[in-house]
């Protein structure tokens, strides 16, 4: 059983930056598929950014590719998303989960932290 746990998240201005930080409670993190997805108000859960289990090769949804970065630290056992030029359209519930390599199902899901931008 893997526990993920998110933070960072806050309130902030349209332009400014925020990083999240995803924390493992498990060193086996190196062997899954890191991701990030984010769920608006009334709205469904939207994936934002996958990173590669040595941190190789990252993919990003168009809405947010060239502002966010994700990036994982697997002796720390983490994972962080920096988010850069914050749009209020940005405002969400952030989660981090973790699959298996070559499975499309994601096993572990953290319980979320808010990022809400205003203008």
């Known amino acids: 059983q893997v526990q993920l746990v998110e933070s960072g998240g806050g309130s902030v201005q349209a332009g400014d930056s925020l990083r999240l930080s995803c924390a493992a409670s498990?060193?086996?993190?190196?062997?899954?598929?890191m991701s990030w997805f984010r769920q608006a108000p009334g709205q469904e859960r939207e994936f934002v950014a996958t990173i590669t289990r040595d941190g190789g090769v990252t993919s990003y949804a168009d809405s947010i590719k060239g502002r966010f970065t994700i990036s994982r630290d697997n002796a720390k056992n983490t994972v962080s998303l920096q988010m850069n030029t914050l749009k209020p359209e940005d405002t969400a519930v952030y989660y981090c989960?973790?699959?298996?390599?070559?499975?499309?199902?994601?096993?572990?899901w953290g319980q979320g932290t808010q990022v809400s931008v205003s203008l």
């Open positions: 498990t060193r086996t993190l190196r062997y899954y598929v």
């Open positions: 989960a973790a699959k298996e390599a070559g499975t499309s199902s994601y096993l572990y």
